[in-house]
């Protein structure tokens, strides 16, 4: 079992649509969570990290489930420029260690 | 630099060739990390360094792979007797500090073996 698993993808929305991508993590001792921006070709770039008690930012959302040892990212309204693959990232085993899931490829269409 | 930088951006490789890597991180960030990115996955995990330190060399695939970064800045990623599986873009990242913080990537290296 891999460490970090995503949704297998790939999803293709309209624009103006909400899309929800989910992560389950086998570490349980696993801190930190992040969610990454990768768009073709280019390096990953952080998009938000991701608290206990979940987060906002503009149209993103992350939430985390620690019971379940499952992280969500729900993007609302989506717009073009949000077309890209979308990586979960989470600690472990050591605390300096980050584990990236494969990814999860969005593509918003007009 | 402004960010991270690695060079060279590509590199072919013949079968058997050794190749190295070079990635110049942030300045001042004291932990730098490697990952190997086939196309279509995520960035797996290969090594870790805190200043000049390899704290974790556990994803590194097989003894051909070694890594370094001698004085706590630039590290160089060397792959000895290359083979077509690894073939892939390696990316190097660097953050401020030891710990689970926000991660700089570079534009990564694409290596194709021949």
């Known amino acids: 079992r891999k460490e970090v698993e995503q949704d297998p993808g790939p999803f293709n929305v309209p624009e103006g649509a909400t899309v929800a991508f989910n992560c389950t993590y086998s570490?349980?001792?696993?801190?930190?969570f992040f969610w990454y921006r990768q768009d073709c070709r280019k390096e990953p770039k952080l998009l938000m990290s991701v608290y206990s008690s979940g987060n906002e930012d503009g149209r993103f959302t992350a939430q985390l489930n620690r019971a379940s040892q499952y992280i969500s990212l729900l993007i609302r309204d989506s717009k073009l420029s949000d077309s890209a693959t979308y990586l979960c990232?989470?600690?472990?085993?050591?605390?300096?260690?980050?584990?990236f899931g494969a990814g999860t490829r969005l593509t918003v269409k007009p | 630099g402004a960010g991270v930088s690695q060079s060279p951006r590509y590199k072919v490789a013949k079968r058997g060739q050794d190749v190295a890597l070079r990635c110049d991180p942030i300045s001042g960030h004291v932990s730098l990390f490697w990952y190997q990115q086939a196309l279509g996955q995520g960035p797996e995990f290969l090594t870790y360094f805190q200043n000049e330190a390899q704290l974790d060399k556990s994803g590194l695939p097989s003894d051909r792979f070694f890594a370094e970064r001698p004085e706590g800045s630039v590290s160089t990623l060397k792959i000895q007797r290359t083979q077509q599986e690894d073939s892939a873009v390696y990316l190097c990242?660097?953050?401020?500090?030891?710990?689970?913080?926000?991660?700089?990537f570079g534009p990564g290296t694409r290596l194709t073996v021949l």
């Open positions: 990232v989470v600690n472990g085993p050591r605390r300096d260690d980050m584990r």
């Open positions: 570490n349980s001792a696993s801190q930190s």
């Open positions: 990242a660097s953050s401020l500090r030891g710990g689970p913080y926000e991660q700089f």
